[in-house]
């Protein structure tokens, strides 16, 4: 992690010239973030949030992060603004579960508790999005996600040279996707933002059922949209990653779990740490994987 560290400094360092408001450089800075806090050190990691605050606005990631600093520093009414706040921009109410704050005492623990019971009022008050299996409103990619799991589901395992009219209705299915996406990539259709939409993977799902060509393609203006702040680096990677799983050569990014280090194309830290995106350990402290 200290490698990847030093080329995300490396990286803002070089981009202190720059002007606006690239998200690019907020994904970075999120990720040091993230390396304070494994360190202990919340005070750093809080005056860094403050500025990313101040210059972008925080995404429920970071939002969620500041809550767990407040409460580790002590400052328990503003963290539990935080924790509810995160709540509002659709954070995963399973991250108030999995991740308490260290709890010193009875005290702190009844006041967690009440935390987290604000926390569940304040999501089940609030019309929930589709993600995966649970109910809610669906993303404006739900239907699509749905039904590809469907027909996979229906078709089962097969080979396409025994089954040619199994690989035609999933072929018809990947040009609906295609369909989507090329409606987004001319503005005919919103993309699925960050902001309406918070942490769901839905979006990121869906490009995975894009044909990798077309995505590969279209990357520039996929890109433009992780610069804005509508996605997260892991759903651009999705572009490079998926083409070069489909090529069967080595990972551009490594988007997929279990990776081992001979499937990883060379250089893919300082491609990850380009566009805001941390190594598996900061990754998953970000997005509050593994409890």
């Known amino acids: 992690m200290m490698r990847f560290l030093l080329i995300a400094f490396l990286l803002l360092g070089t981009a202190d010239h720059c002007h606006g408001r690239n998200f690019i450089r907020y994904h970075q800075k999120s990720l040091i973030v993230q390396a304070y806090m494994l360190a202990g050190d919340h005070a750093k990691a809080l005056v860094l949030l403050r500025e990313l605050e101040r210059r972008y606005g925080l995404m429920p990631t970071e939002t969620f992060a500041r809550a767990l600093c407040l409460g580790a520093l002590g400052d328990t009414a503003t963290a539990r603004q935080a924790y ?63 039904r590809h799991q469907f027909v ?105 779990d279990g990776l081992r280090p001979e499937e990883r194309e060379p250089g893919h830290e300082e491609r990850r740490a380009a566009i805001g995106m941390g190594d598996e350990q900061l990754e998953k402290l970000r997005f509050r994987r593994g409890g």
């Open 84 to 146: 509810l706040r995160s709540i509002e921009q659709r954070a995963s109410l399973g991250w108030v579960y999995a991740w308490p704050p260290w709890l010193r005492s009875v005290q702190d623990t009844l006041w967690y508790n009440s935390v987290i019971a604000e926390c569940e009022a304040a999501w089940s008050s609030r019309p929930q999005y589709a993600d995966g299996p649970n109910p809610g409103i669906p993303t404006p990619t739900s239907s699509l996600n749905a």
């Open 152 to 256: 996979i589901d229906s078709l089962g395992f097969y080979d396409p040279l025994e089954r040619p009219e199994a690989q035609q209705i999933y072929d018809r299915l990947i040009q609906q996707h295609d369909l989507k996406l090329d409606s987004m990539l001319h503005g005919l259709l919103p993309v699925p933002s960050i902001a309406d939409y918070g942490i769901n993977q839905e979006f990121e799902m869906f490009l995975l059922h894009t044909s990798a060509s077309l995505k590969y393609k279209e990357h520039r203006i996929i890109k433009r949209w992780l610069e804005q702040g509508l996605i997260y680096p892991c759903t651009y990677a999705v572009c490079f990653d998926d083409l070069a799983n489909e090529e069967n050569r080595p990972i551009p990014y490594g988007i997929f």
